[in-house]
């Protein structure tokens, strides 16, 4: 069977990139024999230059159009070759565009799918109710910071002159205290006391009595 139909193929399958560089490299291939064909034109037309008229150099004129033809047809290989490659390098920016292209969509889709299975976990009703509740409660703590910090019969408004008059009140009394501290104390000073009739006699007196 493989005789008639034959065996199959196990080689590579050829890849853009593959055949990019198989047409560079024949385009090398092309220059370098460019390069020796104009060496040998240039060989001709030295030769042409120190030669007269004549069979001879009709004959070496006939050898340089056959190199100049020969140039030509490996300037058109050249170009095709070019060409072709500068093809295949735009498919594979296509390709690879596409390729982006793709991965791009995918990751949306895998994307809009995860957005799809989170949000559809949310009630945005229960949202809102939930907003509604924090908001009372933040009204509820407001009205009773207010009420537990309200002052107690403490005027709010006191004047000027009212305040001078305290603080000069507050002086003259620290002024007295101190004032009564520095005197002598009561129990050091010889008073009679209210229910005795007469003062008590000093020493002299009580030695002439003696006597």
């Known amino acids: 069977m493989n005789r008639l139909f ?7 399958k050829p890849t853009l990139t593959g055949a990019i560089k198989n047409a560079d490299d024949r385009v090398e291939s092309i220059d370098v024999k460019l390069a020796a064909i104009n060496g040998e034109l240039q060989g001709y037309q030295t030769k042409l230059s120190k030669m007269r008229d004549g069979p001879g150099k009709t004959a070496i004129k006939q050898k340089a159009l056959k190199v100049l033809q020969r140039r030509k047809m490996y300037e ?19 390709q690879d565009n596409l390729k982006n292209v ?45 009420s537990i910090s309200r002052s107690y019969d403490i ?20 002024e007295f205290e101190n004032m009564g501290a520095e005197s002598t104390p009561s129990f050091m000073v010889d008073e ?19 006597g």
């Open 102 to 146: 793709m991965t791009t969509v995918d990751a949306m889709k895998q994307t809009n799918k995860s957005l799809k299975q989170q949000y559809g976990k949310i009630n945005i009703d229960k949202i809102e109710r939930m907003q509604d509740e924090m908001a009372d409660l933040m009204d509820i703590g407001n009205d009773i910071q207010e």
């Open 192 to 210: 009679v006391p209210q229910f005795i009739d007469e003062p008590p006699q000093k020493s002299d007196q009580v030695k002439e009595a003696a």
């Open 76 to 94: 058109g290989q050249r170009d095709q070759l070019q060409q072709q490659a500068w093809n295949m390098e735009q498919a594979g920016m296509m």
């Open 155 to 174: 005027p709010e408004d006191v004047d000027e002159s009212e305040l001078d008059a305290e603080l000069e009140a507050l002086g003259e009394e620290v």
């Open 6 to 12: 034959g065996a199959k193929s196990t080689a590579p």
